[in-house]
């Protein structure tokens, strides 16, 4: 590719970056927002109608003359390939370049069987999903997956998974590219959900945490707009921080005292079975919340209070604007989230909490694979890979 190529390249997914969001705009308004020549916008946006990626849309309101067009986003450009993939189940869903589900599947699916037969199921599903809607591989943009352990973002590998055995640097990538020839993004199932709930629920919000709370306890977190995986992409891992009321209590991690051995869904069935009331499963205990029982709510209350200690420390460091709750547990819904506030509000300095909003989450079972839609939609939009297009 020639300097000029590039150059044009780069110029044309500039201005494409400012159409991303759907609101339409005429030439003279890009050429107002860019500061570039009316010919030169005239040129990308003839490219980017070349490519698919815009549209005309409904005419602009005239101030004399003839009215001036509109363009904006067509999100039926290309489709993305989104999967949640959980540790007894998996979701596969077909969306558009906004990240709308166009055809979706989901069945029971034991992460443990392997990447071969899971993936397999993946490939399979997509397929069959992509027929039903009228379109082919060649139409795929992207894939993003989802996966519950912690994940190397640079190479789309799990590592040292606990509860995915044989998955521990599998190459994920690699593997689907051998079948479905597009790029493939794969994060931890938390992080996803974070993107998830942010791009449905808070989209002009830069500083959030998704809390999820389930089986285990992990947060995705979002600052400066942008995802914060960490050095080893284990950021947010706050399921293993230690809380003063659980000194002595094991952890499946190999500690003792940790947040999950507290507040996770079969840590306060165990609470509410020592004092002799019959929970075996975090859904058990959900179901005795929903019926009242006073023992059930009054340790799904603790666990938020023990959650909220965490999350104090959390607020100090890095200050978001937006706690969001969700996971399984979080359907039992304000008297967990009452706990969290209760401690995070009290010991958190006013300035911190002036503006923070700890809500339960809005996308709930959803944050997952429309974050893993989002994460192949924004690899796919970025100015890198639209440069990739002119090569």
């Known amino acids: 590719m020639g300097s000029e190529t590039t150059t044009n390249a780069t110029g044309v997914s500039q201005l494409f970056q400012l159409l991303r969001d759907g609101v339409p705009r005429t030439r003279a308004e890009l050429a107002k927002s860019t500061g570039l020549a009316r010919s030169t916008i005239a040129a990308r946006v003839d490219e980017l109608m070349r490519m698919g990626l815009i549209t005309p849309v409904a ?39 906004t990240g709308s589900v166009l055809a979706e599947h989901s069945e029971p699916l034991d992460v443990a069987l392997g990447p071969v037969p899971v993936l397999s199921w993946l490939v399979e599903g997509a397929t069959r999903l992509l027929e039903q809607v009228g379109r082919d591989h060649t139409h795929v943009a992207a894939i993003g997956i989802g996966v519950p352990g912690p994940v190397e973002h640079s190479t789309g590998q799990p590592v040292n998974p606990p509860i995915m055995p044989g998955w521990d640097r599998f190459d994920i990538p690699g593997w689907l590219h051998q079948h479905l020839e597009v790029p493939v993004l794969v994060d931890n199932d938390v992080n996803i959900m974070a993107l998830g709930e942010r791009s449905v629920a808070w989209p002009g919000v830069e500083h959030l945490m998704f809390v999820k709370i389930a089986t285990g306890i992990g947060a995705g977190l979002i600052s400066g707009s942008a995802l914060q995986r960490g050095a080893q992409g284990v950021a947010g891992d706050i399921g293993h921080v230690q809380v003063a009321r659980g000194a002595g209590v094991p952890c499946r991690c190999g500690n003792r005292g940790c947040l999950e051995a507290l507040a996770s869904g079969p840590a306060i069935a165990r609470s509410l079975r020592e004092h002799g009331v019959e929970a075996q499963t975090g859904s058990d205990v959900i179901d005795l919340v929903k019926r009242g029982n006073i023992e059930a709510i009054q340790a799904v209350r603790q666990a938020g209070r023990d959650i909220g200690e965490v999350l104090t420390t959390c607020v100090s460091l890095v200050n978001p604007s937006v706690i ?19 401690i995070v509000y009290t010991r958190s300095t006013p300035l911190a909490t002036e503006h923070l909003a700890i809500v339960q989450s809005v996308t709930a079972e959803r944050a997952a694979i429309l974050g893993a839609s989002m994460l192949a939609v924004e690899h796919a939009l970025s100015p890198e890979a639209l440069a990739v297009g002119f090569a």
């Open 59 to 97: 005419e602009a309101v005239s101030t004399g003359g003839r009215p001036p067009s509109q363009f904006a986003l067509n999100p039926a450009a290309k489709v993305v390939i989104a999967a949640d993939i959980g540790a007894s189940h998996a979701t596969v869903a077909v969306t558009d370049l």
């Open 324 to 342: 969001t709750i969700g996971g399984s547990m979080a359907r039992v819904g304000e008297h967990l989230i009452a706990g969290v506030r209760e």
